[in-house]
Nanobody, 126 residues
Framework: QVQLVESGGGLVQAGGSLRLSCAAS????????MGWFRQGPGKEREFVTG????????YYADSVKGRFTISRDNAKNTVYLQMNSLRPEDTAVYFC???????????????????WGQGTQVTVSS
């Protein structure tokens, strides 16, 4: 069982930045592909970005490419999401997910992630 805890959300003005963290339990963190998803008001949860177990591969949704950066520190069992140039449409609850089956190939599908955190709210004001 893997437990994921997100932190770092908050209220920020458009154009601002936030850094989210997702801390994971367990001793095999480096074998998990990790992803960030978000769910806006009245919307389904959508893929934002993912990173392979070693951190060597990343993938971004078009909507955040060039503004968001995913990274991980396997020694600290933590994955990060640096969000710059935030827009009101980035407002959502952000979730991190861990995939035990997609270590090398990043999946954009919720079904491929086995564990989820509780989410952290990001609100961007205009």
């Amino acid at each position: 069982q893997v437990q994921l805890v997100e932190s770092g959300g908050g209220l920020v003005q458009a154009g601002g930045s936030l850094r989210l963290s997702c801390a994971a339990s367990g001793r095999t963190f480096g074998t998990y592909g990790m992803g960030w998803f978000r769910q806006g008001p009245g919307k389904e949860r959508e893929f934002v970005t993912g990173i392979s177990g070693t951190g060597g591969s990343t993938y971004y949704a078009d909507s955040v490419k060039g503004r968001f950066t995913i990274s991980r520190d396997n020694a600290k069992n933590t994955v990060y999401l640096q969000m710059n140039s935030l827009r009101p449409e980035d407002t959502a609850v952000y979730f991190c997910g861990a995939s035990t089956r997609r270590n090398y190939i990043i999946s954009i599908h919720r079904r491929d992630y086995d564990y989820w955190g509780q989410g952290t709210q990001v609100t961007v004001s205009s």
